[in-house]
């Protein structure tokens, strides 16, 4: 602040208290931050603050296992820094919260995978290689991503996360199948399932995703050849009209669904009699271009069945167009009007619904599809032809006979796997299903109920997961597949009869948990039958079952793997963390596995993020480029980055991520990075157990200042605990950017660098800074985890060795004065008015810098005491040599050059500077700094 305006000046530089500090400005992230996990690693700092939090609450939160092949994307990341700043908030506010990675580790894409990567060898190797072959590639990108997950600065232990290919963790798998089966849940049966036919596999729910697929729309005659007496025996060919998306599955065609309520009539069309509903009469008229003429109507109980198929059938009954067999009529609740004709094609093995009706009338559930979607000798035309490249073939052959009214090739919704991508049939097979019906009160009741209990963030997913229960059917646990958990199950070698009990799978659980998963695969039979076994068809010889578990059974058993058994967790849980599709996921499939085994769920709190995408909101995929990839991310820019984006993004919307948002919470950082450097360097010379000074010794606006400190830690203390994370990021920026450093670090700056070195007006303001930075770097802890123990480090008896040994910051009520903030806010707006005016003071050259200004002040009467109680502050609010108070209506300021002579010291100006002889060139405030 001095200068050197001539020979004979004095250099009073070297008594300022200038900044000092050797925090470096620029971050370096990509460097510093792999050396600071480094050294946590080295001090073993998650095991010290387990040590250090033991005797505490537990605050329990399982890890939602991702899935062990490939490389981390940014939808990791924002999951797992969502996890990090849950579990570094609890540990710092008290809690002995632990963070147990783990890893989902069986299922077909690691079979997939090690399958592309022998290639032509596949045939060579047996399965029990192929299944070592799984477990070392997931063994493999454990390791990788367990690295990459590191990278983020995501505490936790790292040295012992579970594993779902684990002996102990695929033992609990068996017990857990054990126990529901025990409840009689568990049921075998041939019924329709989603079905790969790519991967030869049956899909579960949550493995089916919904993409728009090219199919034909058709609209078919199915000729009426008895019970027309149900519609008054009319003249002529009576047809019923039915539409379909996939023709293929009309060869399985066993009836006709109506709805009991609708109302259908008989039209005369082209000389001949169709049937459907009412409703949807017009929209077929217009589209085939014929001319419908009403007969008759009738509702549809008038002509569906009412006894049962295998008994005397009192329905119409029609003639299949193209296969020697009829097709009932029958009543089905599940036909609506939102598209079609009102009488909807059914066969009962291709179809959820269609199942579920022909149950009612004893239907079979006829399946002519192999395993790979080809036709069966079932049906000797198609017989080894895809389904899908029969679409076309049984188009043209309904032309050809004159039963095809319409068609069309449309884009519609269609269900593919969510791993292969490919799309999906239902198809009926023999597989292990866990009931939602079944018992008193059944899964799905207790599922519902328990949903109620739970508290979900936000709140919609409550909404979301119930309507999923609701209307979800049994759940298909078996997998046609190698690598995974088996199902143990014998099955008799004459008649197929399944042998199973709780007790047999207890006993295979034993054996895997000591031996390993192969040694279901490698031992006796006898090792769990007992030679004197028989089928109750009198056959002695069995065969070991091949069926898989659904991956789903196996993170969705980690209640009774992972929180029962680790310590420091608790089941149930305290709160899982996952993105939004785990409502039909892990969430959906642990809470049907805990209600079934315990009548309660496992968590008692879930949050749901949403998905990462693009800035334009699209979905991040390789065919368009605009996938972020976040190593790569990480080493240009660092993990902080990231953090700091993940708080600022509202997660519980999907999140855009693009060069302008990062751009913008990178500018947020830069800030707040200067603000704690900017402090480090004004207390460099502070030491808090000598030079502290009470609250009493402080000035005004240091109490303003810690009223303020208290606002920001309320606000941050319930958005962490709410988990409103976006708030804390606006709360932050917005305290270090405006409270201060545009205010209260700005006010400062001469009193810390021209006072007394040990003066209290010094030593209170770094008693004020100093407790700034120290609640600073404790609330943004869990969010800028690797800034926050940067900047801890270098805080003056700190006393801890990492921050996260530290509390989370709580405030002392005395700083708490709403009154004193009220009063200031007057001075600031009147702050407002005078920066405007010194700004165009320096445009018009009146001044150059604020201290050449002397400001006159009118202020309205309603707040004039409050100038008039702070006027000797002014000076050092406004920054500049003096304020001359005046009346006024309103808020009016006038720029004048200030009086008396510049101080070679502060700069300021005063009409006694010069006037000490000992310190010449200095102003009176500047002599009692150096006497």
């Keep these: 602040m001095t200068t050197n305006s001539n020979d004979n ?54 890890d939602g296992p991702p899935y062990a092949n490939g490389n981390i994307h940014v939808g990791h990341c924002l999951n797992k820094i969502l996890k990090d700043f849950v579990v570094k908030y609890k540990a ?36 029990s290689e192929i299944r ?59 019924k329709p399932v989603h079905w790969c036919w790519s991967d030869g596999t049956a899909l579960a729910e949550a493995e089916v995703e919904y993409a728009d697929k090219k199919d034909p729309s058709i609209y078919v005659k ?55 509903a009412m409703e949807l009469a017009a929209g077929l008229e217009k589209t085939a271009k014929k001319t419908f003429k009403l007969k008759k109507a009738f509702k549809g109980i008038v002509i569906g069945g009412k006894s049962r198929v295998q008994s005397k059938f009192d329905g119409v009954v029609c003639k299949h167009p193209f296969v020697d067999r009829v097709s009932y009529v029958i009543l089905g609740d599940h036909v609506t009007l939102d598209a079609g004709t009102g009488c909807v094609h059914t066969a009962p093995g291709h179809g959820q619904d269609d199942y579920l009706v022909g149950q009612k009338y004893g239907l079979p559930a006829y399946n002519p599809v192999d395993d790979w979607g080809k036709y069966t000798d079932k049906v000797p035309e198609y017989q080894g032809k895809k389904v899908f490249d029969v679409n076309p073939l049984i188009v043209q052959r309904l032309k050809d006979s004159g039963h095809m009214v319409y068609d069309e090739i449309i884009d519609h919704s269609f269900p593919h796997c969510w791993r292969c991508h490919n799309p999906v049939i239902f198809r009926a097979t023999a597989q292990w299903f ?29 909404n979301r997961i119930t309507a999923m229960v609701e209307n979800r059917p049994d759940w298909c646990i078996s997998r046609q597949r190698l690598w995974g958990v088996p199902i143990p199950v014998f099955y008799c070698e004459k008649c197929s009869q399944p042998e199973i009990s709780a007790e047999l799978m207890d006993k295979v659980a034993d054996k895997v948990e000591k031996e390993g998963l192969e040694s279901w695969y490698t031992s006796e039979i006898t090792d769990y039958l007992p030679k004197s076994r028989r089928c109750q068809c009198g056959h002695d010889k069995f065969r070991r079952g091949t069926d898989i578990l659904d991956v789903w059974f196996d993170s969705g058993v980690c209640h009774k793997a992972v929180q029962e058994p680790r310590d420091g967790l608790t089941n149930p849980a305290d709160i899982y963390l996952e993105g939004s599709d785990q409502h039909r996921g892990w969430f959906q499939s642990s809470l049907l596995t805990s209600v079934a085994m315990y009548g309660r769920a496992p968590f008692k709190n879930v ?23 976040p190593i790569k991310f990480m080493e240009k820019n660092g993990a902080e980055i990231l953090r700091l984006w993940t708080a600022y993004e509202d997660y ?73 994370y976006h708030t804390i990021y606006h709360a932050l920026q917005n305290y270090c950017t405006v409270d201060l450093s545009s205010v209260y670090l700005d006010i400062l700056k001469d009193r810390l660098y021209t006072s007394k070195k040990a003066g209290i007006e010094r030593r209170a303001a770094q008693t004020v800074i100093y407790t700034v930075l120290r609640t600073l770097v404790g609330v943004m802890a869990p969010i800028l985890s690797f800034l926050s123990e940067e900047v ?43 920066t405007k005016k010194l700004e165009e003071a320096r445009q018009e050259k009146l001044i150059g810098s604020g201290l050449e200004a002397k400001v006159f002040l009118s202020v309205p009467p309603d707040v004039r005491n409050v100038f008039q109680e702070k006027q000797s502050e002014l000076p050092f609010i406004f920054i500049v040599s003096q304020v001359e108070l005046k009346d006024s209506s309103k808020y009016e300021v006038e720029i004048k050059k200030a009086d008396g002579t510049k101080c070679e010291r502060c700069w300021n100006y005063s009409v006694q500077t010069g006037a000490n002889q000992k310190f010449p060139g200095t102003c009176p405030k500047c002599v009692r700094a150096l006497s």
């Excluded at 400005?25 to 990509?30: D, Q, R």
């Excluded at 890893?103 to 894409?109: A, E, N, S, V």
């Excluded at 065919?623 to 972020?628: F, T």
């Excluded at 801890?800 to 806010?825: C, G, H, M, Y």
């Design 9 to 62: 000046a004095a250099d009073y530089r070297p008594t300022l208290n200038l900044p000092n500090t050797d925090f470096p400005m620029k971050a370096g992230l990509p460097v510093r931050e792999p050396e600071q996990i480094k050294t946590w690693t080295a001090q073993k700092l998650y095991e010290k603050i387990q040590e250090q939090n033991e005797s505490k609450s537990v605050f329990a939160m399982p």
């Design 652 to 724: 519980s919307n999907d999140l855009q991520a693009g060069q302008e948002s990062f751009d913008r919470v990178s500018e947020s950082y830069r800030r707040i990075r200067n603000t704690c450097r900017y402090i480090l360097g004004n207390i460099s010379d502070f030491n808090p157990h000598k030079n502290m000074v009470t609250y009493s010794e402080l000035l005004d606006i240091d109490r303003w200042a810690l009223s303020r400190l208290a606002n920001f830690v309320f606000t941050c203390t319930d958005a962490y605990d709410k988990h409103f």
């Design 434 to 462: 866990i009931s939602m019906d079944k018992g008193t009160p059944s899964i799905r009741r207790k599922a519902l109920s328990e949903i109620k209990k739970v508290k979900w963030i936000p709140p919609w997913g409550e």
């Design 132 to 190: 070592e072959l799984c477990r070392a590639y997931a063994a493999k990108y454990i390791e990788i991503q367990k690295s990459q997950f590191q990278r983020l600065g995501i505490l936790a232990d790292w040295d012992r996360p579970y594993l779902t290919m684990d002996k102990s963790y695929e033992a609990s798998m068996i017990r857990a199948l054990a126990e529901i089966y025990k409840s009689e849940y568990i049921y075998r049966g041939e």
């Design 92 to 127: 710092m506010s008290g809690h002995r919260a632990v963070f147990i990675p783990g890893w989902d580790c069986h299922g077909l894409p690691i079979e997939h995978a090690v399958s592309k990567e022998l290639g032509n060898k596949r045939r060579e190797k047996s399965d």
């Design 607 to 629: 949050l749901t993020h949403g998905f990462v995408n693009d800035a334009q909101g699209r979905k991040m995929s390789k065919s368009l480029g605009n996938v972020i990839d």
């Design 792 to 834: 801890y480090l270098q805080i003056p008896g700190r006393g801890k060795q990492s921050v996260f040994l530290t509390s989370f910051p709580k405030v002392s009520r005395e700083w708490i004065n709403s009154d004193l903030e009220l009063k200031w806010a007057s001075v600031f707006e009147a702050r407002a008015h005078v």
């Design 222 to 276: 199915f000729e009426a050849i008895g019970g027309l007496d149900h519609i008054g025996k009319p003249e002529g060919k009576t047809y019923f009209i039915i539409w379909t998306t996939t023709p293929w599955t009309l060869p399985a065609n066993l009836a006709i669904s109506v709805n009991p309520e609708f109302d259908y009539g008989l039209y005369e069309v082209d000389g001949e009699n169709w049937v459907l």
